[in-house]
């Protein structure tokens, strides 16, 4: 099984086979905005920050992320407006990405929650994992692989757990939990890779670099694949010999 050519879906089908999605039965968010939403908040609330994607103990993966209207679609909704554009209603700049709970208190008590707060939360919640994905200057070959390291393992559980669930289960949710795993998880983690790579080349080898090379390029055609449903380059397969690099450096 391939995992990573499969194709995300528009967001009302995912709300129909994963329920704790969206509340909202109408939703008309399309692909590429559903998978930006989810993408750009990194999988977390946009205000708590909690885990929309959370691990169990068996080895499944729960999907909490609700994705709440800023302004209602209905007029006397929260936050509702007769001059809003009916166009962007359904839309990234119309959404963002909440815990069940934060989604509830926000439109359960409009008055307390303005437009305006609602999107100074999604806006720095999206600059805080811009933050976090920068790229910082390290001295030793070790402090690289240490985080390197991580960041790997942490894609290759959720690549491994996905596959375990579609392949047990092809009926079931694993696909869908891929495909936002994939857009909340996996490719945030691969910026970040590439972004320390980068301001730390100096401490590669000329073999390391070269490997690193490739491994960008099965990012870059990851990362394709999640807005265009297809692969760039399907022989940008993950270099085995970069995961093999990280640890080396471990033991230096």
Same mark, same amino acid.
């Given at each position: 099984?391939?995992?990573?050519?499969?194709?995300?879906?528009?967001?009302?089908?995912?709300?129909?086979?994963?329920?704790?999605?969206?509340?909202?039965?109408?939703?008309?968010?399309?692909?590429?905005?559903?998978?930006?939403?989810?993408?750009?908040?990194?999988?977390?609330?946009?205000?708590?920050?909690?885990?929309?994607?959370?691990?169990?103990?068996?080895?499944?993966?729960?999907?909490?992320?609700?994705?709440?209207?800023?302004?209602?679609?209905?007029?006397?909704?929260?936050?509702?407006?007769?001059?809003?554009?009916?166009?962007? =209603?359904?839309?990234?700049?119309?959404?963002?990405?909440?815990?069940?709970?934060?989604?509830?208190?926000?439109?359960?008590?409009?008055?307390?929650?303005?437009?305006?707060?609602?999107?100074?939360?999604?806006?720095?919640?999206?600059?805080?994992?811009?933050?976090?994905?920068?790229?910082?200057?390290?001295?030793?070959?070790?402090?690289?692989?240490?985080?390197?390291?991580?960041?790997?393992?942490?894609?290759?559980?959720?690549?491994?757990?996905?596959?375990?669930?579609?392949?047990?289960?092809?009926?079931?949710?694993?696909? =869908?939990?891929?495909?936002?795993?994939?857009?909340?998880?996996?490719?945030?983690?691969?910026?970040?890779?590439?972004?320390?790579?980068?301001?730390?080349?100096?401490?590669?080898?000329?073999?390391?670099?070269?490997?690193?090379?490739?491994?960008?390029?099965?990012?870059?055609?990851?990362?394709?694949?999640?807005?265009?449903?297809?692969?760039?380059?399907?022989?940008?397969?993950?270099?085995?010999?970069?995961?093999?690099?990280?640890?080396?450096? =471990?033991?230096?």
């Amino acid at each position: 099984m391939h995992i990573q050519q499969e194709d995300g879906l528009p967001c009302c089908e995912l709300a129909h086979q994963l329920p704790f999605v969206a509340k909202d039965a109408k939703c008309q968010l399309s692909e590429h905005d559903l998978k930006l939403l989810w993408g750009r908040a990194a999988g977390r609330c946009s205000r708590c920050r909690e885990d929309l994607t959370p691990e169990l103990q068996s080895g499944s993966a729960l999907v909490l992320g609700e994705m709440a209207h800023v302004v209602a679609r209905r007029v006397n909704g929260p936050r509702g407006s007769d001059g809003f554009p009916v166009e962007l =209603l359904d839309s990234y700049d119309n959404d963002i990405l909440l815990c069940p709970t934060d989604h509830t208190r926000i439109d359960k008590a409009p008055q307390e929650f303005s437009v305006e707060q609602v999107l100074a939360w999604k806006n720095a919640h999206e600059q805080w994992v811009r933050d976090g994905l920068s790229g910082m200057r390290l001295v030793t070959r070790r402090e690289l692989g240490s985080m390197l390291g991580r960041l790997l393992r942490a894609n290759k559980q959720i690549f491994a757990a996905a596959r375990e669930s579609a392949e047990s289960n092809p009926l079931g949710d694993g696909r =869908l939990l891929w495909v936002l795993r994939k857009a909340s998880t996996v490719i945030p983690n691969n910026r970040q890779i590439v972004a320390l790579i980068e301001a730390n080349e100096d401490l590669l080898s000329d073999p390391e670099f070269e490997t690193f090379v490739r491994f960008r390029e099965h990012a870059a055609d990851l990362e394709f694949s999640r807005f265009y449903g297809t692969e760039r380059n399907p022989n940008a397969l993950f270099p085995s010999e970069f995961q093999e690099a990280a640890e080396s450096m =471990l033991q230096e």
